[in-house]
C-alpha cells in the first residue's frame, strides 16, 4: 500500500535533542509493546503507525520480545515497513532491544555478547532492515560483566547493525558506569529508557540527574502508567481495555480503590486545566527539559491525536504541581 504523508506532518510535533548527542526525537514516541502481535489485526496497526507518522512521529520503539507471540511485533511492523514506509525510511527513527528470555537455553536472555549480537542479527531479519538507528541493552544482567554488555552494544555500532547504544531500566548508579564504559570505548549512550510517569517517580531519584549531566537521553515509558492515567477506568473496565485483556502487566487487581482515588483527583485537576487527565499526565512527564520523549502506547488512533494535542497545553504553574503532588499523596 503507497503511502502518502500528510505533507504537514513535521509542522505541529516538537522535536528535541536527546542528550548532547545529534538526534532530535520527537516529544511523543509510539511504542510497539501491545497491539503490534499476531493477535492484532495487522490493519489496526498499520492505521496506527501510518497515523503517528502523518503527525509527525518518527521513533518507533520496539524489542525482540513484543508479541505475543516473541518477536511477532517486529515481524508485523517489517511487514507494514516494507509495504508502507520503504520510501520513508531515512525519516524514521526505529529501534529494537535485547535483554528479557528470547528463547531457550543460556543464550537467548540477559546480556551476554552471545545473547545481544545473535539476537539483534534476528530483529534485523525479522524487520527485514540492514540496521536499527538505536539497539538496547534492555535490562541490567546482575551477573554479565558490565564491561562484555558495554562491548557488544559498542561492537554492533562498529559493525553498523545499529546507529546508537542504550540503555533500558538501569538504575542510576549502574547507568553512570555503564554511560562510562560506553564512552571510553568511543560508542557513547544515545539515550536511556526507564519507566517515569506520575506513578512511578523513582527516576526524579538520581537517574535523570545522571542523565542530564552525562549528556544522555531519557525516553520515558509508559508514561500514562499502561492507561490508568487516563479516563479509561474511571466508569469501571471498558471490554477492549488492556486491563480487561487477560494482561499479566495490568489487571482489575491493580486497579485498587485507593489508585482510582488518585486518579479521580488527577483527572479533576486536568479538568480545570481543560484537558484531558491523559495530555496532563504527558505533559507532566515532558515537563523537565532533560527528557527527551515520552514513549506512549495506543490501541487507537484518537489516543495518538490526544498526545499531539497535549503540546498546545504544556505549561503547569507551581500550584497546579502542588495540586498533582498532593493528589499523588
Ligand atoms: P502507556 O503508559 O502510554 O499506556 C498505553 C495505553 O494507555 C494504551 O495502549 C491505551 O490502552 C491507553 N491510552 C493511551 N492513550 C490514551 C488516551 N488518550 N485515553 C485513554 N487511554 C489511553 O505506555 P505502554 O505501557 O503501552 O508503554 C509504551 C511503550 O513503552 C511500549 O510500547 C514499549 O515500546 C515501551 N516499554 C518499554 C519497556 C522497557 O522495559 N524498556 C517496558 C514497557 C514499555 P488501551 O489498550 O486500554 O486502549
Wanted: net charge negative.
Amino acid at each position: 500500500m503507497s503511502l502518502f504523508p500528510h505533507p504537514d506532518r513535521y509542522q505541529q510535533m516538537e522535536y528535541r535533542r536527546s542528550g548532547r548527542s545529534g538526534i532530535k526525537l520527537p516529544a511523543i514516541s509510539l511504542g510497539l509493546w501491545h497491539n503490534f502481535g499476531d493477535s492484532t489485526r495487522v490493519d489496526n496497526s498499520r492505521e496506527l503507525l501510518r497515523h503517528a507518522f502523518d503527525l509527525g512521529i518518527t521513533h518507533f520503539d520496539l524489542a525482540n520480545n513484543y508479541g505475543p507471540p516473541p518477536g511477532s511485533a517486529e515481524e508485523n511492523f517489517g511487514r507494514i515497513l516494507r509495504e508502507d514506509f520503504r520510501a520513508h525510511r531515512d525519516e524514521l527513527i526505529i529501534s529494537t532491544k535485547a535483554g528479557y528470555t528470547m528463547w531457550q537455553g543460556p543464550y537467548g536472555d540477559w546480556g551476554s555478547r552471545k545473547y545481544l549480537v545473535a539476537s539483534l542479527d534476528q530483529s534485523l531479519k525479522r524487520m527485514g532492515l540492514e540496521y536499527v538507528d538505536i539497539f538496547y541493552h534492555h535490562r541490567p544482567d546482575p551477573e554479565t560483566p558490565l564491561e562484555e554488555t558495554m562491548r557488544a552494544l559498542d561492537h554492533v555500532v562498529r559493525q553498523g547493525k545499529a546507529l546508537y547504544a542504550a540503555l533500558s531500566n538501569y538504575p542510576a548508579d549502574l547507568a553512570a558506569e555503564a554511560i562510562a564504559i560506553l564512552r571510553d570505548l568511543g560508542t557513547p549512550c544515545l539515550i536511556h529508557q526507564p519507566r517515569y510517569s506520575m506513578f512511578e517517580r523513582t527516576p526524579e531519584q538520581g537517574l535523570i540527574q545522571t542523565l542530564g549531566d552525562a549528556g544522555v537521553g531519557c525516553i520515558a515509558f509508559s508514561p500514562l502508567a499502561g492507561g490508568v492515567l487516563t479516563d479509561r477506568y474511571l466508569q469501571g473496565i471498558p471490554e477492549d481495555s488492556r486491563a480487561a485483556s487477560g494482561s499479566k502487566f495490568l489487571n482489575e487487581n491493580q486497579l485498587t480503590d485507593e489508585k482510582m482515588e488518585k486518579v479521580r483527583k488527577l483527572n479533576a485537576i486536568a479538568q480545570q486545566r481543560e484537558q484531558k487527565l491523559a495530555q496532563m499526565a504527558l505533559a507532566w512527564v515532558l515537563r523537565d527539559e532533560r527528557v527527551t520523549s515520552v514513549l506512549i502506547g495506543a490501541s487507537k488512533t484518537a489516543q495518538i491525536d490526544d498526545a499531539v494535542a497535549m503540546l498546545a497545553r504544556r505549561q503547569f504553574s507551581d500550584s497546579e504541581l502542588a495540586a498533582i503532588d498532593a493528589a499523588l499523596l
